[in-house]
């Protein structure tokens, strides 16, 4: 494979915490006690990665509520304040909580915790993407200038294509990622026809169905400013031995300037308070 020179790469989509249900072998190695940050970083160094966005996972238990809420994003705050390597931090609140309890978080979010937008997997929250409920937090978040996250993983039927062109018709001011959209062979299409029909709808990469290109055929019909590199992340444990993604992104046909919007000038647009901190990284080109 031919080495493809890149200025930065930037993954929007590190989880930080474990994957705590559905994992069937969780807490059966027994694990060495290390500064999560250090693993952190030694993960990003592994993969050749200059920084990420970070994010809770939304998996956590919750017995009291918006109490718990409130530590978790009080926790991706300070997380993202140890290190000039976390560019931005999303926190979370739960449409189940109310609008009212929600609009608290939302400006305690923007206000003290300095955080950088929302981030949702409805499947883990008791709702649709399309519930009334996220209509209305998405209102709120645009009004804060949160970008909002929101998973569109395949094997959810509460997660659907169809719910975020919903989604996307109702709230042409506010941004959208959807995370994890690529991930079957067939939502793919969907997500096609989601990108040609709604430009407010950006796309991560992560989790993606392997052949056929995706990418090239994505960048030739809607151009590179609509996707970022994101692996679904978790660094501790890893879970997977590479990022393919990757691998395919710097293995593509594509011109380094479509590369280099996929990997981090699109994240900077959408996270435009964090350029000071991006060059303060003042990070060498890379040979890959």
């Given at each position: 494979m031919t080495a493809r020179t890149v200025r930065n790469i930037v993954d929007t989509h590190h989880h930080v915490g474990t994957l705590s249900i559905g994992a069937t072998e969780e807490h059966t190695r027994p694990r060495t006690l290390r500064d999560s940050v250090d693993i952190h970083h030694s993960m990003l160094d592994r993969f050749g990665m200059t920084a990420c966005a970070v994010m809770p996972g939304l998996q956590y238990e919750r017995?009291?509520?918006?109490?718990?809420?409130?530590?978790?994003?009080?926790?991706?705050?300070?997380?993202?304040?140890?290190?000039?390597?976390?560019?931005?931090?999303?926190?979370?609140?739960?449409?189940?909580?109310?609008?009212?309890?929600?609009?608290?978080?939302?400006?305690?979010?923007?206000?003290?915790?300095?955080?950088?937008?929302?981030?949702?997997?409805?499947?883990?929250?008791?709702?649709?993407?399309?519930?009334r409920r996220m209509h209305a937090l998405v209102d709120e978040a645009a009004a804060r200038s949160f970008p909002c996250y929101v998973h569109m993983f395949a094997e959810s039927n509460l997660e659907t294509p169809w719910m975020f062109a919903k989604f996307a018709?109702?709230?042409?001011?506010?941004t959208i990622v959807a995370l994890d959209a690529f991930s079957a062979s067939t939502q793919i299409q969907y997500v096609m026809d989601l990108a040609d029909r709604f430009d407010n709808i950006m796309f991560d990469t992560a989790m993606c169905f392997p052949l056929l290109r995706l990418f090239d055929t994505f960048v030739t019909r809607f151009g590179s400013e609509r996707l970022l590199f994101g692996t679904d992340s978790y660094a501790d444990p890893v879970r997977y031995n590479t990022p393919a993604v990757l691998a395919e992104l710097l293995a593509s046909d594509m011109d380094t300037e479509h590369l280099e919007n996929i990997l981090w000038r699109t994240f900077c647009r959408v996270?435009?308070?964090?350029?000071?901190?991006?060059?303060?990284?003042?990070?060498?080109?890379?040979?890959?």
């Open positions: 017995p009291h509520g918006i109490v718990d809420t409130r530590q978790v994003n009080d926790a991706i705050a300070a997380y993202r304040g140890r290190s000039p390597r976390f560019l931005a931090a999303l926190g979370m609140v739960e449409p189940l909580h109310g609008l009212t309890l929600c609009r608290e978080e939302l400006d305690r979010m923007a206000g003290p915790l300095r955080l950088d937008g929302v981030v949702w997997h409805t499947r883990y929250q008791g709702v649709a993407v399309s519930d018709h109702n709230h042409p001011e506010a996270f435009p308070a964090v350029g000071a901190a991006f060059e303060a990284l003042d990070t060498p080109k890379e040979e890959l």
